[in-house]
C-alpha cells in the first residue's frame, strides 16, 4: 500500500505540471499597451475566451475582464489606473467569453521593460484548474513534510539525493549529514527477511534499477541510527525513477515502521497458539505443563507454574492462601530438550518427590528442569514471588529479568506463573506484560476448570437423579417404556431427558429434547427446560405454540446469563449457570378418542412411527430452529395413529455415532422397530443393543417408545347442544342418563351442578352451537366446548350479588378444572373421582 500511495504522488505530480496554470507557455496571455489595450492574443486566450486576434486585438482588456468595483470615490492626486492595479492577482476574477457567459478565473500581471508597445502581459486560467494544482502541490508538500511514511530518493550510484521529513527523522540526523550516503551504510546491521528477495538494500536497489520492476512490502528487520541497539521491522517498497523521455533517474524508497504491528501479530499469534494448546484435558498438571511449552516457545526463556494444593485436590479455594500452599507442579527451560527433561547446560536438578523438603529459591528465579516431579516450593520474603502473594498483582523484576503473575479465579488465587528471561537481549515491555498477563488469565480458566471437573462429577449425580423422571404415570393413551443412556456412564450425568405428561381429556404429552453439551450444566439447563415443558404443557398448548413459548423463554434464559451487572446470585451458583441456546425438542400430544397425534419440533429428529401392519413411517414434520435461535416460526403436522401404532421419541445420541452417519441409524432402528408386536421393554432393549452394542454411547441418549390405544365408545359420549337456554335444561338429562348407564348414580348430584353451570356460562357469554362430552377413564371427565376464547375466572362474589358463584361452587365439587383452546373455541373440562367401590375401566 506505501508504494501505491507514493507512485501516486508521483503520477499526480507529473500531471499536474509544476509549472502551473498560470505559466505563460500555457495560460491564457495578452500583450496590453500602456493604455491597457491588447496588441498581442495567445491561442489558449482564444480557446478560454472565444475571442480571436482579429476580434480582440485592439480593444480595452476590460471587452474581457471587467473592472474591479471601487470601493469609493479616488482622491484627487490617484494616479491613472493600469492593468496591474485593476486585473492583478491570483484571487478569483468574473470574466466575460466571447458568447456573453461568464467565468471564473485567476489571473497575474507582469511589467514589461523595453523600448517597445509592450508594457504588460496578462496571464489568466480557470479558476477550478489553479485550485486543483494548488492541491496537487499541497499533497507533494504533505508528503515531503507531513506523511508519517519514509521517503527517499537514490540516484543511479545508490547514492541517498533527497528524503522527506519522516525519513529524516528515522535516521536522527539533519539531511545534510548524510547526503550521498549509501543504504547500506546508513543500515550497515540489517537484512531483509522476505524470502526471495536479496538480503541487502542494495542488492534489492540494484535489481529494481536493473530490471524496471517495483518491489513492494518487503519486511526490512535492523537498527535504526536514530534508536541503535533496539531491532525494528520496516515495510519497504522501491520502484524505479525515470523522465519523460524514459532515462533512468534513479530509485525511490518508501518505508514505514511496523514494529508495533507485528509486535502485536506477534502476541496475537502466541494467544491463539495458547488457546490451540493449553485445556486440551481436565486434568490440572497437563493444563500447566501446556502453558509452559507455550511460554518457552516463543516468550520465555523459562516458565514455571506454581499450584495452591487445593487446586490440585479439587477443593473448595480459598482466598488469600498462603505461601505454603504452593506446589511446583511444572516448569520448563528453554535449555533443557526432550521429554526425559536433561538439560543441554548446566547440571540436571536432582529428583523432586512431594514428601521432600521444600525447594527455596532465594533469589526468586527457579532452576526449572522440564517436567519436574510436583513438590512444594516456598518464597523468602523479598522474592518477587512473594511480592506478588502479598500484593495481588504481577510483579515485574528487571533486575533478575523475572516475571511474576498470579493465576486467579473467582478472587481466589489458584497459583502464580514465573516467566524469566536470561539470555535474551530486552526486558519485559508494556505489551508483553499484557501479553503474560492475558496468557496467565487463559490459563487460570482451564485449570479452574480442571479443578472444578472433580466437584462437578459429584454434585451432578444427584441433580440428575432428582431432575429425570422417577416413576413416569401410566396413562390410559399409551403403553410405554423407556431408556436414558448417558455418555459419562461414571456419573450419569447428561442434557437429554425425555417425559410423559397426563393432559386434560385423557390425552397424554410426550416429549424429547437434548441439551448441548454434558455434565452439571447440562443437566442444570435439561431440569430447567423439563420444568417448563411441564408447565406449558398443563396450560393445553398445541405443540407449535408451547415451542414458541419455550423459545421466547430460552431467549430470556439467555440474556439473563449474559447481563452478570443484573446477577442477583454469586458465588458457587454461577459455576452452574445454564446454557439453553441450541438445545433441541419435540413435543407430540396424542388424542386416544380421536386417535390422532399432533407433534412439532425445535431441531429435532422426528419420531419413528410403525403402524398395526408393520409399516415404518418418519413423518415429513418441519424442522424448525433449535431453541433459543428466534425468528422462524414451528409448525404443527396432526396424523392418525390407528390403535396399536408404535411410536419412538429418541435423540441423536441413540442413531448417530462416530463411524456411523444418521441415516444408517434410522435404518436400524427401523428394522428393529419392524417387530413391534413384540412387549415394549423387549423393543427397548433390543434397540439399543443394536445401536449401542457396547453398552456405551458418545453422545447422551434417551429412548421413548409407546404404544397407542383409544377410548371407544363405551367410554366416550358426546353431544351436540343449541347456544340457547333451553339447551340447559337438555343437557342435564342427557349427562344423568348417561350416569345411570355407567352405574355412576353417586357422581349425579356434582355432576348435574357441573353441566348446569359450565353450560350455561357458555351460553351466556359465548357463541355458536356447544358440545357436551363425557369420558369415563380414570375419572369422569365433563367438557363443554363452545366458540368462545375467553376463559372463565373464579371470583368471591359479595352478598348482594345475584351471580358469580356457580364456578367457584363447581370448583369446589370437582378433583380438577381448566381451560383448552382450540381453533374453533375453547373447551371448559373438569375431573371428578370415581367413587371408591366403583371399578376402573
Excluded at 7 to 24: C, E, I, K, Y
Excluded at 507 to 513: S, Y
Aim: net charge negative; with cysteine.
Amino acid at each position: 500500500m506505501s508504494a501505491w500511495n507514493a507512485a501516486t504522488a508521483w503520477d499526480a505530480a507529473q500531471s499536474a505540471d509544476f509549472r502551473g496554470p498560470l505559466d505563460v507557455t500555457t495560460a491564457a496571455t495578452a500583450v496590453l499597451d500602456a493604455r491597457d489595450t491588447v496588441i498581442g492574443w495567445s491561442p489558449a486566450a482564444e480557446e478560454l475566451l472565444g475571442y480571436r486576434p482579429h476580434d480582440i486585438v485592439g480593444r480595452p482588456v476590460t471587452t474581457f475582464l471587467p473592472r474591479r468595483p471601487a470601493s469609493g470615490p479616488a482622491p484627487a492626486d490617484t494616479p491613472p489606473a493600469t492593468a496591474a492595479s485593476l486585473f492583478g492577482g491570483s484571487e478569483p476574477r468574473v470574466a466575460r467569453h466571447r458568447d456573453g457567459h461568464t467565468l471564473l478565473v485567476a489571473t497575474a500581471v507582469c511589467a514589461v521593460s523595453g523600448t517597445g508597445m509592450a508594457a504588460q502581459v496578462l496571464v489568466a486560467a480557470e479558476l477550478r484548474n489553479l485550485r486543483q494544482w494548488e492541491s496537487r502541490i499541497s499533497m507533494l508538500h504533505g508528503l515531503a513534510t507531513q506523511s508519517p511514511l519514509g521517503l527517499a530518493i537514490y540516484d543511479n550510484d545508490l547514492r541517498l539525493t533527497w528524503s522527506n521529513t519522516a525519513y529524516e527523522r528515522e535516521i536522527g540526523l539533519p539531511f545534510a549529514k548524510y547526503r550521498g550516503m549509501r543504504a547500506d551504510e546508513l543500515y550497515s546491521s540489517g537484512a531483509f527477511v522476505t524470502e526471495g528477495y536479496p538480503r541487502t538494500l542494495d542488492g534489492v536497489m540494484h535489481h529494481v534499477l536493473d530490471t524496471g520492476e517495483p518491489v513492494l512490502d518487503l519486511h526490512f528487520r535492523g537498527q535504526p541510527p536514530s534508536d541503535p541497539g533496539t531491532d525494528h521491522l520496516w515495510s519497504c517498497s522501491y520502484y524505479r525513477l525515470q523522465d519523460a523521455d524514459g532515462r533512468v533517474l534513479g530509485v525511490c524508497e518508501d518505508a514505514f515502521d511496523i514494529t508495533d504491528r507485528y509486535e502485536a501479530q506477534r502476541r496475537l499469534a502466541l494467544l491463539v497458539e495458547a488457546g490451540r494448546r493449553i485445556g486440551t484435558t481436565l486434568d490440572v498438571a497437563v493444563t500447566a505443563r501446556e502453558v509452559t511449552e507455550v511460554a518457552v516457545q516463543d516468550f520465555a526463556d523459562t516458565a514455571t507454574v506454581d499450584l495452591v494444593r487445593a487446586v490440585l485436590e479439587g477443593l473448595e479455594l480459598r482466598v488469600g492462601a498462603g505461601v505454603r500452599d504452593l506446589v511446583r507442579v511444572a516448569a520448563r527451560s528453554a535449555r533443557t530438550t526432550g521429554q526425559d527433561g536433561r538439560q543441554e547446560n548446566g547440571p540436571e536438578e536432582p529428583e523432586q518427590r512431594p514428601e521432600d523438603k521444600p525447594e527455596q529459591d532465594p533469589d526468586g528465579r527457579p532452576e526449572a528442569p522440564q517436567e519436574p516431579q510436583p513438590h512444594a516450593v516456598e518464597y523468602p520474603p523479598g522474592s518477587p514471588q512473594h511480592r506478588c502473594l502479598s500484593s495481588g498483582g504481577l510483579v515485574l523484576d528487571e533486575d533478575t529479568d523475572t516475571l511474576v503473575v498470579p493465576m486467579r479465579a473467582g478472587g481466589a488465587v489458584l497459583g502464580l506463573v514465573t516467566y524469566v528471561r536470561g539470555a535474551r537481549p530486552t526486558v519485559f515491555d508494556s505489551g508483553e506484560v499484557a501479553l503474560a498477563d492475558e496468557l496467565t488469565a487463559r490459563a487460570a480458566v482451564c485449570i479452574d476448570n480442571a479443578r472444578r471437573f472433580t466437584r462437578e462429577r459429584a454434585a451432578a449425580v444427584t441433580l440428575q437423579r432428582q431432575l429425570l423422571p422417577q416413576n413416569l404415570p401410566q396413562p390410559s393413551a399409551v403403553d410405554l417404556a423407556y431408556r436414558y443412556l448417558p455418555a459419562d456412564d461414571v456419573t450419569g450425568v447428561g442434557g437429554d431427558w425425555f417425559d410423559v405428561i397426563p393432559l386434560s381429556g385423557s390425552r397424554v404429552g410426550l416429549v424429547v429434547g437434548d441439551v448441548v453439551g454434558h455434565g452439571l450444566q447440562a443437566a442444570a439447563t435439561m431440569g430447567r427446560l423439563r420444568t417448563t415443558v411441564r408447565a406449558l404443557a398443563q396450560l393445553d398448548m398445541s405443540p407449535d405454540e408451547l415451542l414458541a413459548r419455550l423459545d421466547d423463554l430460552v431467549g430470556q434464559m439467555a440474556e439473563e446469563q449474559s447481563d452478570t451487572s443484573g446477577t442477583l446470585t454469586t458465588g458457587t451458583y454461577d459455576e452452574y449457570a445454564d446454557v439453553t441456546t441450541g438445545a433441541t425438542c419435540l413435543y407430540a400430544v396424542y388424542d386416544p378418542v380421536s386417535r390422532r397425534c399432533t407433534m412439532a419440533r425445535a431441531g429435532h429428529l422426528p419420531p419413528a412411527v410403525v403402524d398395526p401392519e408393520g409399516r415404518l413411517l418418519f413423518p415429513d414434520l418441519p424442522a424448525g430452529p433449535p431453541l433459543g435461535l428466534g425468528g422462524l416460526p414451528f409448525e404443527s403436522v396432526e396424523i392418525e395413529l390407528p390403535v396399536g401404532s408404535v411410536v419412538a421419541l429418541f435423540t441423536d445420541g441413540l442413531v448417530e455415532a462416530r463411524d456411523r452417519d444418521i441415516d444408517e441409524g434410522l435404518a436400524a432402528l427401523g428394522q428393529v422397530l419392524s417387530d413391534h408386536r413384540r412387549p415394549l421393554q423387549e423393543l427397548c432393549d433390543q434397540t439399543m443393543a443394536r445401536l449401542l452394542p457396547d453398552g456405551s454411547a458418545a453422545d447422551d441418549t434417551a429412548l421413548l417408545i409407546v404404544r397407542t390405544r383409544e377410548l371407544d365408545a363405551r367410554q366416550v359420549v358426546a353431544w351436540e347442544l343449541p347456544g340457547e337456554p333451553v339447551a340447559v335444561g337438555h343437557a342435564r338429562e342427557l349427562a344423568m342418563r348417561q350416569l345411570r348407564h355407567w352405574g355412576l348414580e353417586d357422581l349425579s348430584f356434582s355432576t348435574e351442578l357441573v353441566v348446569s353451570e359450565l353450560v350455561t356460562n357458555a351460553i351466556r357469554y359465548a357463541e355458536g352451537p356447544l358440545q357436551l362430552r363425557l369420558i369415563r377413564d380414570r375419572t369422569l371427565l365433563c367438557e363443554v366446548a363452545d366458540a368462545g376464547h375467553t376463559s372463565p375466572h373464579l371470583r368471591h362474589s359479595a352478598g348482594d350479588d345475584e351471580g358469580g358463584r356457580g364456578l367457584f361452587i363447581v370448583a369446589q365439587l370437582v378433583q380438577r378444572w381448566g381451560t383448552r383452546y382450540t381453533r374453533s373455541g375453547k373447551t371448559i373440562w373438569t375431573e371428578q373421582a370415581f367413587p371408591a367401590a366403583y371399578p376402573t375401566p
